[in-house]
């Protein structure tokens, strides 16, 4: 059973550790996780040099590694950032698998964090077993992969998966971390979009809220008006997702992040707000929980290196790839 | 160079034609077209004995052909309807592919109407070269095909690509099709929901209107409320496409049918809804007309039967198969 020095790299934190995965479908084991901050405001080269040297230095932890697995924030295609939002600065342009494989010696896989979550869940989480996997995962922000025939599919910009910016009504006039306020999910569903729509809907003798986990709070100490703000963005995220679904039609829908762990209350109306959307014939898909929690990503840039080295790599460049 | 005879069946009429697919990626040629009434309410069994007594005809008329293309309304799995809306009653469960290829002699190839239209705009119209194409037809419904690499993708359940079904806040209210009304764009997008939004709006004193081509009609005669409702209407069918150009990320989107030629006050709505809803890594994507008019499905279906006779023909079943 190989293993694999992992990475998910994100903008506060980088986390490392050993995946081994099972090739009968069992669990896989992680192991020895060890995390430093990103120091985004660092900028990318510096960011990548303490990345490569950190690499560096894990693989002389354990012998007899098959390869490295990064999932990192940024839009990721041939193993280069070709874009990053502005929380990681220069990110944009850092050919970070070549720099991995030069430090390390060893073959590269490497996806955007999101996919690696989304490839994590398909592969040994909640859509084990199913062909056609959407991955959403609701946390600061909502992000989203499509996993085919166990591939992710990444669209013909690498930018393909971004279900937060797809439109609801809900979030009209609300401005999105995309720059636009014509409506998208994202500002009124996310963990941030939480507080941004219970702050919109309170009247002017409510305290504002920080953050979600604010408002999921309220909601859990007894609050009715934070209640009801969860049951309404959740119910419009149901709605975005149940015609999301309409369009492509996969065999499960994994829903994973932080806000999806929220309890009941949030879920059922996730449910039925897509139960109302869905049409007949999508209606049964199941939105299943993730399983994996915040390990799906460590184990998600496993299954990408597994990828690159087992079946995809490059005679002219055996050890540098991407999926 | 192949001649296939290729079908168009839809609520109202069947189409049928020969055509042939130059290889080398010039514009096929449709001859010989000839339509006869669905006669849906007469139920599904007696629209197949028609269909296919209709099919051994028109193969009489030509030596050689290559063999049988057909887009169908419904959902199409296996060369089998495996569901259909009440517009065809009886549809559901008709093994199309089988009574055409015994009625022919032929190999048969079959696809959804709304993917033959969308095979035949990505091999041989405005998607032509491209890889990955979304193709939506805005008519009396919307519907889409995504085409990948030349093929059709169908999704778990063959339902992909339902288009019409995406959320949009301006449809909240608004009954769809499909039933709900949560909000999906298409009972406010089509061109009967341009005639719904129109009625919706208008005051008292205005007279309703019975279709979308009322409305544009009005608009081009000068009316200025026909012109903001058709605005208001293509900029929310922008905002919609714009959200599912983030989350698929196709090279192009192809749109097509009648609505979609109702002139540049419609497009030009459509091309600012999406520009405002696209992400900055998706908003250069095209929004192209379509090149084939009303011969699309033909050609679409003439390419699924090539698929299928070159590409996909099965060991046990020779001349029967769908993609």
Redesign the interface.
């Known amino acids: 059973m190989p293993t694999y020095l992992t990475i998910d790299l994100g903008g506060t934190k980088i986390a490392t550790g050993f995946v081994t995965l099972d090739d009968v479908g069992g669990t896989p084991v992680v192991e020895d996780l060890r995390t430093i901050p990103t120091e985004a405001a660092r900028g990318g080269d510096d960011i990548l040099r303490r990345l490569a040297a950190l690499a560096a230095d894990r693989v002389r932890e354990r012998d007899g590694l098959a390869g490295v697995g990064i999932g990192s924030a940024g ?1 990721v295609a041939d193993g280069t950032i070709i ?1 990053a939002t502005d929380l990681i600065p220069r990110w944009t342009g850092q050919r970070v698998a070549d720099a991995l494989a030069e430090a390390t010696g060893l073959g590269v896989g490497m996806v955007n964090d999101v996919v690696a979550h989304g490839l994590g869940e398909a592969h040994h989480g909640a859509g084990r077993g ?3 996997i959407l991955s959403i995962g609701v946390g600061t922000g909502i992000g ?1 992969a499509l996993i085919e025939d166990g591939h992710p599919v ?10 937060g ?6 979030g ?1 006039g609300v401005r999105c971390s ?3 306020d ?4 994202e500002p009124v569903a996310s963990g941030t979009g939480l507080a941004a729509l219970y702050n919109l809907m309170k009247d002017d003798a409510t305290p504002a809220v920080a953050g979600g986990k604010d408002v999921s709070e309220l909601a859990a100490g007894g609050d009715a008006f934070a209640a009801e703000v969860i049951a309404r963005s959740a119910r419009a995220l149901g ?2 997702l ?3 679904v ?6 499960v829908v994994v829903v994973s992040g932080s806000v999806a762990e929220s309890g009941a209350l949030w879920w059922d109306a996730l449910r039925a ?1 897509f139960a ?2 869905a ?4 209606r049964a ?1 199941p939105l299943l929980p993730g399983e994996l929690g915040g390990a799906a990503p460590l184990i998600g840039a496993a299954v990408a290196a597994a990828q690159v080295i087992g079946e995809h790599a490059c005679p002219q460049h055996p050890s540098i790839a991407s999926i």
Chains 1, 2 share one sequence.
């Open positions: 839009v874009a199913h062909a056609c989203g990444t669209g013909a910009h690498a930018v393909a998966g971004h279900i910016h797809i439109a609801h009504g809900l009209r995309c720059g636009t014509c409506g998208h999910i709605e975005a149940g015609g999301a309409n369009l492509l039609d996969p065999d707000g109302d959307s049409m007949a014939l999508t898909i």
